[in-house]
Antibody, heavy 120, light 110 residues
Framework: QVQLQESGPGLVKPSQTLSLTCTVS??????????WSWIRQHPGKGLEWIGY???????YYNPSLKSRVTISIDTSKNQFSLKLSSVTAADTAVYYC????????????WGQGTLVTVSS | QSALTQPPSASGSPGQSVTISCTGT?????????VSWYQQHPGKAPKLMIY???KRPSGVPDRFSGSKSGNTASLTVSGLQAEDEADYYC??????????FGTGTKVTVL
């Protein structure tokens, strides 16, 4: 059974780069047909898709965040990562990683989520 | 890329049914049969409940059902139980802007 776990700093200063890693267990990140995704949820708000990538390295980003987002993959460690640059308080959110089916367009499973606060 | 529109809240008594709508456009909900629904309890990660408009993953009770008409998808929870009280989000494939989520609906079991 595939499981995902986010890790990274819970506090980031304004203007710096937010960096998170998602570790995949119970399956290979190089499995075809799946995209490895980041989604965030502002406190008390809805879900916002950030972007995803295929194991080959092809990436797709939310247009509203595209200029600040980089998602990358390390197949040797079965991990993928998120970098969000020039953060502000508006980037304070719970960040989730999730597996996305490219064939059926669903997210499953999800990581437990990690709260990242942007504050000086 | 605008969020899909859901009612902020819905409610029903135990045993009753509640239906949540998810309205988009012909570029997302109306254009593809790739609508999925997620249940989120407070402090927890979302859980997949419905995919491809009306299909249930293994383990999801058949009290949960989905449908679509035009640019609006719907999730119905029949025989409401206390454990169904949660936030529900829809999402849809959207072509060149690949993915969009709904605004979310809080379901209360009275």
């Amino acid at each position: 059974q595939v499981q995902l776990q986010e890790s990274g700093p819970g506090l980031v200063k304004p203007s710096q780069t937010l960096s998170l890693t998602c570790t995949v267990s119970g399956g290979s990140i190089s499995s075809g047909g799946y995209y490895w995704s980041w989604i965030r949820q502002h406190p008390g708000k809805g879900l916002e898709w950030i972007g995803y990538l295929y194991y080959s390295g092809n990436t797709y980003y939310n247009p509203s965040l595209k200029s600040r987002v980089t998602i990358s993959i390390d197949t040797s460690k079965n991990q993928f990562s998120l970098k969000l640059s020039s953060v502000t308080a508006a980037d304070t959110a719970v960040y989730y990683c999730a597996r996305y089916s490219g064939s059926y367009c669903w997210f499953d499973p999800w990581g437990q989520g990690t709260l990242v606060t942007v504050s000086s | 890329q605008s969020a899909l529109t859901q009612p902020p809240s819905a409610s029903g008594s135990p045993g009753q049914s509640v239906t949540i709508s998810c309205t988009g456009t012909s570029s997302d909900v109306g254009g593809y049969n790739y609508v999925s629904w997620y249940q989120q309890h407070p402090g927890k990660a979302p859980k997949l409940m419905i995919y491809e408009v009306s299909k249930r993953p293994s383990g999801v009770p058949d009290r949960f059902s989905g449908s679509k008409s035009g640019n609006t998808a719907s999730l119905t929870v029949s025989g409401l139980q206390a454990e169904d009280e949660a936030d529900y989000y829809c999402s849809s494939y959207a072509g060149s802007n690949p993915l969009v989520f709904g605004t979310g609906t809080k379901v209360t079991v009275l």
